[in-house]
Structure formats: C-alpha cells, structure tokens
C-alpha cells in the first residue's frame, strides 16, 4: 500500500485537481534537468508566453511554487504595506478567503460582505469605493467556486478603470475555461493555479501583473520575500537568461503545465470557452430534469464549477458519497453556506468533455431513478 493505491481507479470529475490527460502526465516523469541554464530558460520563458496568451496579456507572468493561495498571498501582499487600504469584494467562501489573506498583510482591509446568492452589482463596487476612500486594489472572484457563482469581472473592470483603481481577479477556477481577457478587460492582476482548467497538476500559482500593477508593488511596503513579487521581479530582470526567478523552479510541474497551455492554445480560446459553457449547460438541463436543480440560472452560472442541489430522497452529500462508492466517480461537496445543500461538478479541461461527462450524468440519473421510488420524480 505504501504507493496508496487505494486512491487509484477514480474518476475524477471534482472543481481542481482535474484528471490530467496523458500527454501531461508524461511531462511529469521525464528525466530531471536543473532549472537554470540557457536552454531551461528558453524553454521556461516560451512557457510564461504561452500562459500570456491564455490570460491574454502583454503583462508579466510568474510560476511560483506553491498552490493558488501562494499566488493569490504574492499578488495581495506585494501590493500592501502593513496599514495600507485595500477593498475586497467578498460573495463566497473563496471571496472570503482573499479577504483573509489581505488582512493578514495590513490591518486596514475594508471587506465589502455581499450576497452569496447573486453575482456583485457594478453599483455595488461604486458604493464600496466610495465609503472605503483610497485603496491601493479592488479584489474579487471571477468564478466562485464554492458555489459555482460567476462574477461579472469584465464589468467591475470598467468601474475600476473608470475611479483609477487596480483590481486583482483570483481566476483560479475560470481561466483557461471561461472568458476572460486580463488586458483588454483592464484587469491588473489576475492569479490562476496549475490544476484546474490550465490542466497542468496542483504545485504552481500563476501570477499576471499588468502594467499598471507596478507602482503600486514597487511602492508597497510589502514584507516576506518568497511570496514578494518586487524580488520575483528583481530576478526576473537581473537574471533573466539564466535563473529568471529567485527558487529552484519545480521542473516537472512546469514541464507538465506548458502542456496544459500548449493544449489550449492548440484548441483555441474561443472554442475551448464555448465547449465548456455549452458542457456547463448540458449538465445543468440534464440533471434537472432528473430532479437535481442548478443553485444558480444560467446566466450568473460558473460554465467550470457546476453547482446543483439535491432533490426530495437523495440529499447532496448522498449524491457524493453513492458516486464514490458505487461508480467510482468523485465529485465535490458544497462549501460554506453552501455545504450540505449542494453537489458541484468540475467541468474542467478533460473533464469537460462527452467522454467524461456521459458516465457521470448517467450515474447520476441513475441515482436519481433509485430514489425516485422514494422521492418524488412527477413534480419534475
Ligand atoms: C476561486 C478559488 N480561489 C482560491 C482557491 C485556492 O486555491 P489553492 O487550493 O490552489 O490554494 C481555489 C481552489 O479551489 C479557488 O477555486
């Protein structure tokens, strides 16, 4: 058991880490090669424009080792000094957890609370600038994915451009599959991680800066230094042929990630977001019909993380648990409030796809059958 092999054998179809495609996975198990040199830097610096196409900016990016929170704790902290301002737009759990890092930088984050249930209002934003005064950013979620909630980032843009303030998105579970256009949109900093729709394995936090972004960072007061993007810049520059960040750069998940872009660029954009959305709304039609409601219309929906409820003799967290063991399929649980009421499927890269998603739903509207002798199927 020591290679845990009781964990094999599953499908994987939770919001991140999603199941990779073999291509990838063989990126992974080539022979190791130090992470400096002329050709690694070559190869490395090729990868990070690839990742700026697939955030769509001219910006800089960096691959630091770590999770998305990693990147997520360099983009805020960089941009904060101890007593700093900064406004975090909170409607979920995972809003709520940009709020937490940003706090834990500066004691003088203003954290605008709103509701979980409905993407942020433009108005809203106008409103919380206006009583928070001068902040150095706006931070935000683009797809909540505690809830499978989709903010309407591209708008709140325009806000910010409009009142001269930086905003940082946390894509983490939206690029790479949703829409979005870091530059063209007027986003600042936009945070992604390997493992969800960039369809490399969890181990790196990607970070975007934009122009914009620089003098605030070079201005913070910011503290730390492995999570300090003045220093990932500082090597960057001074030794950008050679060793263009301050670690040791995680071979493998590098390797494996540049896999996952190339895939996405080799699909395009544009097909990819529509796959994913027109894959979004297949499930939510399908299993509604089973009797298992979407928790959002799909207007305001994620097309990545795809939130549905229970219904009347097959409680959500049934739906998790009967999928594991039954059909060996994992799926996610509901977070926050949401936690106990909802089901969410990753509908991720690979997993977003006829092949994957066939089995799932057809385990699913198998359940809903069973329970349904229980349940209530006529209302549906
Ligand atoms: C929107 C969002 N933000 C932040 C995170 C945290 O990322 P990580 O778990 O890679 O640190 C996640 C992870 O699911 C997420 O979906």
Known sequence: MHRNEAMDGYQLMIPGPIQLSSDVIEEMVRPMVPHYGTDWTVYYKDTLNLLRRVFRTEGDVFLIPGSGSAALDAAIGSCLGPSDR?????????????????????????????????????????????????VRFVAVVHSESSSGLLNPVHELAKVCRRRGVLLLVDAISSVGGVELAMDEWGIDLCVGASQKCLEGPPGLGVVAVGKRAWPVIDSAASSGWYLNLQVWKRFADDWSDWHPYPITMAVPAVRALRRGAERIIAEGLDERCRRHRSMATRVREQLSAAGFKPVFPEEIASPTVVALRGREGCSADEVVDRLRTEHRILIARGMGIFAGQVFRIGNMGPQATDAQMDALLDAITGLAGNAGEGGNKDER
């Open 86 to 134: 900064a406004l975090i737009l909170s409607n979920g759990w995972f809003g709520q957890r940009l709020a937490e890092i940003a706090s834990s930088h500066s004691d003088n984050i203003v954290v605008a609370e709103l509701s979980v249930t409905e993407p942020i209002d433009p108005a809203d934003l106008e409103t919380a600038l206006d009583d928070a005064g001068d």
